[in-house]
């Protein structure tokens, strides 16, 4: 073996270890919050000690931002290309609806990390967030004002329209629980995800589209 093929396969290795703690970082962040989350018991339930853990994440705060970081990679990258204006605005609202549903389903430990972090004012991540999340929010909502004008979609507040659908999909991964609890269930099915995604969609969709034709 060559030496750096050695090298290589050290560098992959290593990447494999630092997103499986991240992994298993995520959902102890979800269930504990980020002061009651210890280095120590983030390594425990990963059958490693504290101090090989943290050859990988020196900090607390290092493997928090981590975290932070891989939710926004996974999120943003759903996210990044539906904004285009040239589509029709209602697939692009019905695949964005989609989009963060999906995200809830099947990453709920990263949303809700995500929105405690946020909650509790972005303090360690604000400046990530600023730079990554609001430009794109703001490049949607152009998009969304530029359909506006064109008369291809009613005359809404952009901006509040993304932040309703916010609220309607990433609360079925950050509330959860106390949607269960009300169902009477352990948790949510694929089935309940499929029936808020047509719910919210038809909301969004009879908003901003009856009312541009009644404009019209």
């Not at 050290?10 to 980020?34: H, P």
């Not at 549903?101 to 946020?118: D, I, Q, T």
């Not at 808020?196 to 908003?207: G, K, N, S």
Request: proline share 3%; net charge negative.
């Amino acid at each position: 073996m060559t030496t750096k093929t050695a090298a290589s396969r050290r560098v992959l290795n290593r990447d494999r270890l630092e997103a499986e703690i991240a992994t298993e970082a995520v959902r102890v962040f979800a269930e504990c919050g980020y002061e009651g989350t210890s280095i120590a018991t983030i390594a425990e339930s990963l059958g490693m000690s504290k101090q090989n853990l943290m050859y990988y994440f020196p900090t607390k705060q290092a493997l928090y931002e981590r975290v932070l970081d891989d939710v926004l990679d996974e999120w943003l990258a759903r996210m990044a290309s539906l904004a285009d204006p040239e589509q029709d605005p209602r697939e692009v609202l019905r695949a964005y609806i989609q989009a963060k549903l999906k995200f809830s389903r099947e990453h709920p430990y990263a949303s809700r990390v995500y929105a405690m972090e946020v909650i509790g004012g972005a303090q360690l991540y604000g400046a990530q967030i600023r730079e990554r999340v609001v430009p794109l929010v703001r490049k949607d909502i152009e998009c969304f004002e530029r359909w506006i004008a064109e008369g291809r979609m009613a005359p809404v507040n952009a901006t509040h329209l993304l932040f309703a659908i916010w609220a309607m999909t990433q609360s079925y991964a950050d509330f959860e629980a106390q949607m269960a609890l009300v169902l009477d269930r352990k948790a949510l099915t694929r089935k309940d995800f499929d029936e808020a995604e047509q719910l919210i969609t038809a909301m969004v969709l009879a908003t901003v589209t009856q009312s541009a034709a009644t404009e019209a």
